[in-house]
């Protein structure tokens, strides 16, 4: 059964620092996007993307993040200088039809 | 307000019983999407089942089923014969808007409730 695959599946990062999360989708689904998850706490959302460009953005998604498709395989997140509040689980999930299918997420930690 | 609610932080039940786990939504609109996620304690969500607002017949999708009550905005799910892995975090979530493409699907970002955490007792 075709899945999203995303990597690193854990990181850990220094205050300040850049990471870069990626994903990939699966191959016929047009729509990504991104959520994350502070422990304990529900899942939010961060973006959505369609047709390489961001169709909808939640009040989370600062200047500090970005998406994009640079290869038009990969879809990445990248936040350009990580605070300790980033720490969390972010969930990359792409949809075909109606179901919005989850990757197995990216744990991030900031210290 | 909350769009969606899940008013059972905890939920225990006895394995091969039935259990089923509230969501309550609110929206304005008239078309959208409810859907239900499955968390193990290994971190990933799995898509477990989906109820489109004009959808007449409640889903299914093997053990699960979706008691979908319009009138009522509830959107609980019903898990029959509970096995030991079914023990996780349940979350219930909302598409407003179901924004329709071309293919006849529909997209937009989910909303989601706090989570259940349901265990399963040997």
């Known amino acids: 059964e075709p899945e999203v695959t995303q990597t690193p599946s854990h990181q850990v990062t220094q205050m300040g620092q850049e990471v870069i999360l990626r994903c990939v989708p699966i191959?016929?689904?047009?729509?990504f996007y991104w959520y994350r998850q502070i422990l304990g706490q529900k899942v939010e959302f961060l973006v959505s993307f369609y047709n390489n460009e961001i169709s909808e953005k939640s009040e989370i998604f600062d200047d500090q993040f970005s998406v994009e498709r640079p290869d038009g395989s990969n879809f990445t997140l990248k936040i350009r200088s990580t605070k300790l509040e980033d720490s969390a689980m972010y969930f990359c999930?792409?949809?075909?039809?109606?179901?919005?299918?989850f990757g197995q997420g990216t744990r991030l930690t900031v210290v | 307000a909350q769009k969606i609610t899940q008013t059972q932080p905890g939920m225990f039940v006895q394995e091969k019983e039935a259990v089923t786990l509230d969501c309550t939504y609110d929206t304005s609109d008239q078309s959208y999407g409810l859907f239900w996620y499955k968390q193990p304690s290994s971190g990933e969500m799995i898509f477990l089942i989906y109820q489109g607002s004009y959808d007449e017949q409640n889903a299914t999708e093997g053990r699960y089923s979706l008691n979908f009550q319009k009138a009522r905005k509830s959107a609980n799910l019903v898990i029959s014969a509970s096995q030991l892995g079914d023990s996780a975090m349940y979350f219930c979530a909302m598409r407003e808007g179901n924004r329709q493409v071309n293919y006849g699907g529909s997209q937009g970002n989910l909303i989601f409730g706090k989570g259940t955490k349901l265990s399963v007792k040997p």
């Open positions: 191959s016929n689904h047009l729509y």
């Open positions: 999930a792409t949809q075909g039809n109606t179901e919005a299918f």
